[in-house]
């Protein structure tokens, strides 16, 4: 069986990056109607779009529905690229909550969080190994960050479960050719006078060339990469995102997706109401400027970030601002191309199928 599989006949409810936050989560699948076990009055399915955990209160239990919905048929999922790292035990900011390297670190920005028993940690590890990287039927393609062709055919020729072992070929593959261009002599001689390293917020580095090339020729030699965390290319400027400084640009793909079949993402931090992104630890450049919170986008108007920055909560926590004000979990409703919020606010998507459409 394939990386990428097969999406059942039906109408589904698309659930964005959820990050730990199960109160979101729960309140959500309620308001769409969903009881404890997955079943829906009128045969509806839920499709995950990854990213279940790190950030939030309680990633092992929204892993854990997750699991239990998947398992029993009654949802699908996708890997998004915070299972990856999970998977490739590859300790990230927000994942603390899993892994012990990371606990005290982390403690600081998002605790209180719950932590797996061992038979958690073991079932999750079976349950996210065997998840795919997309799903697709003639009028719909569900992937976590992006849906690029060359890479979509590449991971489709790859079976179920093969996804850290091919990921980690591919990451040794890039590392491969840094060595053998002399990148990486060049990367170690450039951070060598630089005596802060790169997970300081509060000290910005020069921009780093060789780390850029490096960054870039490694995102985009891999295909599990690309579809799980997107298109980039080498930067211009540093930014601070996901606990460390970064040289490289993501690309909006979208804007030349040219396929008429429609594609619903997650990963790329959208907002229904306008926040400070730095407060969350995204310097990026926001590619969702200038593009309406409720649109669908690309060259085609047939691509939608489903992503409404739940993973912001642990700020609003730690600011003692209202939680859930700025940041949302969202599903959006196919085919009806409507978006339902966790505190049950209902909007219609603008713009389906509007070539050019930002």
């Known amino acids: 069986m394939s990386l990428i599989q097969p999406l059942p006949p039906g109408p589904l409810d698309i659930v964005g990056d959820i990050h730990g936050e199960l109160d979101a989560l729960l309140q959500l699948l309620d308001h769409l109607g969903y009881d404890q076990q997955g079943h829906h009055p009128d045969g509806r399915k839920v499709v995950f779009v990854g990213d279940f955990c790190d950030r939030g209160p309680d990633s092992p239990a929204v892993l854990e529905l997750g699991r239990q919905w998947v398992q029993s048929g009654r949802a699908l999922a996708v890997l998004g690229n915070h299972e990856i790292n999970l998977l490739r035990e590859d300790v990230k900011d927000g994942s603390g909550w899993f892994f012990d390297a990371r606990m005290a670190r982390d403690h600081d920005k998002y605790a209180p969080f719950n932590r797996p028993t061992l038979q958690q940690r073991s079932e999750i590890v079976e349950f996210l190994s065997d998840l795919p990287i997309g799903l697709e039927r003639p009028d719909l393609r569900i992937v976590h960050a992006a849906w690029q062709e060359a890479q979509i055919a590449a991971v489709r020729q790859l079976p179920l479960g093969s996804v850290r072992d091919e990921f980690d070929k591919w990451e040794r593959m890039g590392q491969q050719q840094a060595r053998e ?3 990486a002599a060049r990367m170690a001689q450039e951070i060598s006078p630089w005596p802060h390293g790169l997970e300081s917020s509060q000290h910005q580095p ?3 060339h060789a780390h850029a090339e490096f960054e870039a020729n490694k995102q985009m030699v891999n295909p599990l990469k690309v579809l799980t965390s997107g298109v980039e290319q080498k930067g211009e400027i540093p930014f601070f995102a996901g606990g460390k400084w970064r040289f490289v640009a993501r690309v909006a793909w979208w804007d030349k997706y040219v396929d008429s079949t429609p594609v619903v993402v997650g990963h790329y931090w959208r907002r229904l109401r306008a926040v400070d992104r730095t407060a969350i630890g995204k310097d990026d450049a926001d590619l969702f400027e200038n593009t309406h919170p409720l649109s669908w986008h690309g060259a085609r108007g047939n691509v939608f970030c489903v992503d409404f920055s739940v993973g912001g909560r642990w ?17 959006l409703r196919w085919p009806e191309r409507t978006l339902h919020f966790d505190d049950g606010q209902v909007e219609v998507t603008q713009g389906f199928g509007e070539a050019g459409r930002l």
């Open 315 to 331: 700020q609003e926590r730690k600011s003692g601002a209202a939680v859930g004000h700025a940041f949302k979990l969202a599903a």
């Open 206 to 208: 020069p921009f780093l």
């Open 181 to 183: 261009s002399a990148l």
